[in-house]
């Protein structure tokens, strides 16, 4: 697949606002209560720091690596962890971070898994939702845009690993 174009969707600034809604929204959940944010790699890592940034809760920050995707834009439907935990998470408040649910496929294997390492809570937190393409269901907390079937870049988003550092996130036009 070659792109064409990226096309600006959602404005830097538009994101950021948001992510400072649901931040605010989280704090209040949580209170002085610690939470242990999961940081889904990698997509999820430029939400994950400016969420972060501006949760008043005591955190913890914890990387996992989960794959449903191969290099293309079409959903495998083969989920694995490629990079677990390092730390346990049982009786702990877990906060997942995602960077934008498709199929679901890959949430709800990461929440089943997930689930069985006992923690106080567990919660569900993504930037970005296309709930038109849902194959299986996901109880999503926190949902920062919902968006159409489009494929999109940028804050942390990829195509076949670029455009990741996009600032804003844009629509791609692929080329024919
Ligand atoms: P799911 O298992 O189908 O929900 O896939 C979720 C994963 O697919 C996300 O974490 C992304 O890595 C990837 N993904 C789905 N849609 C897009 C998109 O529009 N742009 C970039 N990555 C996407
Ligand atoms: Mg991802």
């Keep these: 697949m070659k792109i064409k174009a990226v096309h600006e969707y959602l404005s830097e600034e538009k994101v950021t606002k948001r992510v400072a809604e649901m931040a605010a929204q989280i704090s209040e959940v ?6 242990c944010l999961i940081c889904i790699l990698k997509g999820s ?3 994950t720091v400016e969420l972060a940034k501006r949760i008043t809760a005591p955190v913890e920050l914890e990387f996992m690596c989960v794959s449903s995707y191969g290099s293309d834009t079409k959903s495998s439907g083969v989920v694995k962890i490629t990079k677990d935990l390092d ?3 049982e009786g702990k408040n877990v906060l997942v971070i995602e960077d934008i649910i498709d199929s679901g496929r890959t949430l709800s294997y990461l929440l089943e898994n997930l689930k069985t390492r006992n923690p106080k809570s567990l919660r569900l937190c993504t930037l970005l939702d296309k709930p038109d393409r849902r194959v299986v269901k996901v109880d999503v907390d926190y949902v920062g845009f919902e968006i159409p079937d489009e494929f999109v ?3 942390g988003l ?5 455009y990741r550092n996009l600032p804003y996130i844009g629509y791609v036009e692929i080329e024919e």
């Design 45 to 47: 890592v430029f939400f």
């Design 30 to 35: 949580y209170g002085d209560e610690p939470v």
């Design 158 to 162: 990829d195509c076949n690993q670029q």
């Design 153 to 155: 870049v940028g804050f």
């Design 87 to 89: 730390v346990s998470i």
